[in-house]
């Protein structure tokens, strides 16, 4: 399994961006994917998730109502408007293979994680 991801860039307070993550190889319709971020001097953080056990999406609080999933067969898409300097870091899709139950987490982060894309900056700054 690999992931490519795209997007990203640097946007101003309040601005919009788009990352896109393609899932390719094998058995695609059996992983979750979603979104992890990583700010500089902070942990890491689950964004947002979906999967494929019952199309199930989650989303962290912290950018509940700006951020939204979606996901299109193996493309994973992570809409984020209104976005803040506190949004700035660098963001991973992830992925985690799942039968049966979700490996997406209610607080937007997939449980495992067993395969990363290369991570993608994002940065918000006037």
């Known amino acids: 399994v690999q992931l490519q991801a795209s997007g990203g860039g640097s946007v101003q307070p309040g601005g919009s961006l788009r990352l896109s993550c393609v899932l390719s190889g094998s058995a695609l319709d059996y992983y979750a994917i979603g979104w992890t971020r990583q700010a500089p001097g902070k942990e890491r953080e689950g964004v947002s998730c979906v999967s494929s056990v019952n199309d199930k999406t989650s989303i962290a609080r912290s950018v509940k109502g700006r951020f939204t999933i979606s996901r299109d067969k193996n493309t994973v898409t992570l809409q984020m408007n209104s976005l803040k300097p506190e949004d700035t870091g660098t963001y991973y899709c992830?992925?985690?293979?799942?039968?049966?139950?979700?490996?997406?987490?209610?607080?937007?982060?997939?449980?495992?994680?067993?395969?990363w894309g290369k991570g993608t900056q994002v940065t918000v700054s006037s």
């Open positions: 992830v992925t985690q293979y799942e039968v049966a139950s979700s490996k997406c987490q209610d607080n937007g982060e997939i449980s495992g994680g067993d395969h």
